[in-house]
T-cell receptor
Framework: KQEVTQIPAALSVPEGENLVLNCSFTDSAIYNLQWFRQDPGKGLTSLLLIQSSQREQTSGRLNASLDKSSGRSTLYIAASQPGDSATYLCAVRGYNQGGKLIFGQGTELSVKP | DARVTQTPRHKVTEMGQEVTMRCQPILGHNTVFWYRQTMMQGLELLAYFRNRAPLDDSGMPKDRFSAEMPDATLATLKIQPSEPRDSAVYFC?????????????????FGPGTRLTVL
């Protein structure tokens, strides 16, 4: 059974800091991994998708890495801003789960001005 | 711009009533997913469709929930009868998956959700 864990559950940082969010998964047989952002009371916004053959993806100040063999992904946010405050969710899509996305519980990020 | 739409955005109903939630996937996408999000359980997959055919609905309570895709532009999730424990936010998502034994799946795009409260 695929289990996805995100650490930390919550994080508070001052504006301008670089930060790393962690995601681990138990079954390395994955198609891809997707990072999402969710603002309070809102839906999920896709940030980055990393295919299983890729090591990292970048979009603006965001960089996501994938180490499939160790079952880990990190989301790096450079020069954090108050507008980055949200919950960040990691989800993996595995061969053994019929292509379903399995989500972690999320990391709630607060960036203080 | 292309996005997944869901209606209604909010629904308050009484226990025992039927609830129908609707989703319009992004045009051209061939997979549709229904998720439920609660504080306790997080995001759970209820059902998903590929090319309008139901592939997996193992996450759904079969006695009261049903999901259908009458056509490629509409997916529905029904709860009958509704119960207070069904209160949650229900998300629809769509994406594209290529065929074959080991399919390739692209990004999933989520709708804004339907916030359901069953009194």
């Amino acid at each position: 059974k695929q289990e996805v864990t995100q650490i930390p559950a919550a994080l508070s940082v001052p504006e301008g800091e670089n930060l790393v969010l962690n995601c681990s998964f138990t079954d390395s047989a994955i198609y891809n991994l997707q990072w999402f952002r969710q603002d309070p009371g809102k839906g999920l916004t896709s940030l980055l998708l990393i295919q299983s053959s890729q090591r990292e993806q970048t979009s603006g100040r965001l960089n996501a890495s994938l180490d499939k063999s160790s079952g880990r992904s990190t989301l790096y946010i450079a020069a954090s801003q108050p507008g980055d405050s949200a919950t960040y969710l990691c989800a993996v899509r595995g061969y053994n789960q019929g292509g379903k996305l399995i989500f972690g519980q999320g990391t709630e990020l607060s960036v203080k001005p | 711009d292309a996005r997944v739409t869901q209606t209604p955005r909010h629904k308050v109903t009484e226990m025992g009533q039927e609830v129908t939630m609707r989703c319009q996937p992004i045009l051209g996408h061939n997979t549709v997913f229904w998720y439920r999000q609660t504080m306790m359980q997080g995001l759970e997959l209820l059902a998903y469709f590929r090319n309008r055919a139901p592939l997996d609905d193992s996450g759904m309570p079969k006695d009261r929930f049903s999901a259908e895709m009458p056509d490629a532009t509409l997916a529905t999730l029904k709860i009958q009868p509704s119960e207070p424990r069904d209160s949650a936010v229900y998300f629809c998502a769509s994406g594209w998956a290529a065929g074959g034994g080991r399919s390739s799946y692209n990004e999933q795009f989520f709708g804004p959700g339907t916030r359901l409260t069953v009194l």
